[in-house]
């Protein structure tokens, strides 16, 4: 299974690799598209320099999953209950320790 889809435009290599290191937490193979772009940042459209993550179709549901959790920003942001590190929202475990977040969080 070689095919790759477009799941996320990211608004620069920043954010695709968040968003791909919280992908691939879950199990989902991620490819970045464009990021080489960013060496000629000022040559180039801003746009031109966004970077696409790229996944298989059969991990679309678990990648939307995450990328609406992603959206809805430091409201969800929660605290480890295990090691107290502080998680961003689209942080499923805690990117220091592998906890789970307390349920309700």
């Keep these: 299974m070689n095919e790759w889809i477009?799941?996320?435009q990211a608004a620069?290599?920043?954010e695709a690799h968040t968003l791909k290191g919280a992908m691939e937490v879950?199990?989902?193979a991620v490819l970045l598209q464009g990021e080489a772009l960013s060496g000629a940042l000022g040559e180039l459209p801003v746009n031109a320099v966004e970077v696409t993550l790229l996944i298989h179709p059969a991990?679309?549901?678990g990648a939307r999953h995450i990328l609406e959790q992603y959206r809805r920003g430091n409201g969800?942001?929660?605290r480890c209950p295990r090691c107290g590190e502080h998680n961003a929202a689209s942080f499923e475990i805690c990117w220091r320790c592998g906890q789970e977040p307390d349920p309700g969080v």
């Design 6 to 8: 477009p799941v996320y």
């Design 59 to 61: 991990d679309l549901e």
């Design 12 to 14: 620069n290599s920043l």
């Design 76 to 78: 969800g942001s929660w």
């Design 26 to 28: 879950a199990g989902i």
